[in-house]
Nanobody, 128 residues
Framework: EVQLVESGGGLVQAGGSLRLSCVAS????????MGWFRQAPGKAREDISC???????YYSESVKGRFTISIDNAKNTVDLQMNSLKPEDTAVYYCAYYKPTSWGVFGSHLMCKRDDYRGQGTQVTVSS
């Protein structure tokens, strides 16, 4: 079973930066994808970014241009560099793992479906 452990959350002022990291263990198949989703109190889950082992990426419109996802295939880690943070970015951020059957590339766009495994989450709070 895949296990995911996140780190890097915290409190930051608006306009600041944070870097989230996630380490995956127990990966049994190549061709997976990893990503991040977030959930704020009283709000629906938002899938914000994912990346496959080929480096194809997806970003939601709300974070595009501010967040950058990266993957280290050798270390089975995925990072999310978050810049120009806004109070509306405040949420619990979850690392996600997608099996090879749970993502696809359509044209030049990566699409990640519902995650197969997720981490425990890390809190990100952006103060105004």
């Amino acid at each position: 079973e895949v296990q995911l452990v996140e780190s890097g959350g915290g409190l930051v002022q608006a306009g600041g930066s944070l870097r989230l990291s996630c380490v995956a263990s127990g990966i049994a198949f190549d061709g997976y994808a990893m990503g991040w989703f977030r959930q704020a109190p009283g709000k629906a889950r938002e899938d914000i970014s994912c990346i496959n082992t080929d480096g194809d990426t997806y970003y939601s419109e709300s974070v595009k241009g501010r967040f950058t996802i990266s993957i280290d295939n050798a270390k089975n880690t995925v990072d999310l560099q978050m810049n120009s943070l806004k109070p509306e970015d405040t949420a619990v951020y979850y690392c996600a793992y997608y099996k090879p059957t749970s993502w696809g590339v359509f044209g030049s766009h990566l699409m990640c479906k519902r995650d197969d495994y997720r981490g425990q989450g890390t809190q990100v709070t952006v103060s105004s």
